[in-house]
């Protein structure tokens, strides 16, 4: 099966409102990655986690490794935020990193 | 700051045929890596190279052969060219391992005829 599982799979929001992304881990994630695939297909960093919290402006992220989860908010959701959403983790004891299934997210005005 | 550079960024082959893609990293990363990206879905990995000469298979690399002629540069051939192989081809690279940051090229977007 998915050893990285990301829900929703898909997302529709008002512009100005907030969500919570999800990814649980099937394997024993020491680090996470979030990106962002834009509408062009270009993959954009968003954060690299260790466990714990990282902020960036609009976006939060957590990571707790115990419980092979984390956790991707957005506040305040904007037009430019629309693309699909992916979370990444390298499979123990090797350099194989392995992305979840994604999730498909549209900013409505 | 450094960039990831895919070449050529469109690629139409013939069923059959063997075809080459590129990729080039100015970063002086150590680890490279070659995905998958098929329309609407995720990122499934085909092949990485943790030092130049090195080569490591991912869950996707029957069909595929890669080269790590040197430490800036990565390639990957489709050994012959399926319909069914239509997809995004991307490049990626990051410090040493796993457990670094990766950057991405912009992707190879393969067509078969």
């Known amino acids: 099966g998915d050893k990285v599982k990301q829900s929703p799979s898909a997302l529709s929001l008002q512009e100005g409102t907030n969500s919570a992304l999800r990814c649980n881990f099937s394997i024993a994630a020491t680090t996470v990655q979030w990106f962002l695939q834009n509408p062009r297909g270009s993959l954009i960093n968003l954060f690299y986690l260790v466990p714990g919290t990282k902020e960036n402006g609009r976006l939060k992220s957590a990571f707790d490794s115990k419980e092979s989860y984390s956790t991707l908010h957005i506040r305040d959701a904007q037009l430019e935020d629309s693309g699909t959403y992916f979370c990444?983790?390298?499979?123990?004891?090797?350099?194989?990193?392995?992305f979840g299934t994604g999730t498909r997210l549209q900013v409505l005005p | 700051g450094g960039i990831i550079t895919q070449t050529p960024k469109f690629l139409i082959g013939q069923e059959g045929q063997k075809l080459t893609l590129k990729c080039q990293q100015n970063f002086n990363h150590d680890t490279m890596y070659w995905y998958r990206q098929d329309s609407g879905k995720g990122l499934r990995l085909i092949y990485y190279?943790?030092?130049?000469?090195?080569?490591q298979k991912g869950d996707l690399s029957e069909g595929y052969d890669a080269s790590r002629e040197k430490k800036s540069s990565f390639s990957l051939t489709v050994t012959s060219a399926q319909k069914n192989e239509m997809a995004v081809f991307l490049c990626?690279?990051?410090?040493?391992?796993?457990?670094?940051?990766?950057?991405f090229g912009s992707g190879t977007r393969l067509t078969v005829l």
């Open positions: 990626a690279s990051s410090i040493a391992s796993s457990a670094e940051t990766l950057y």
């Open positions: 990444a983790a390298p499979s123990s004891n090797t350099n194989k990193v392995v």
């Open positions: 190279s943790i030092t130049e000469n090195d080569l």
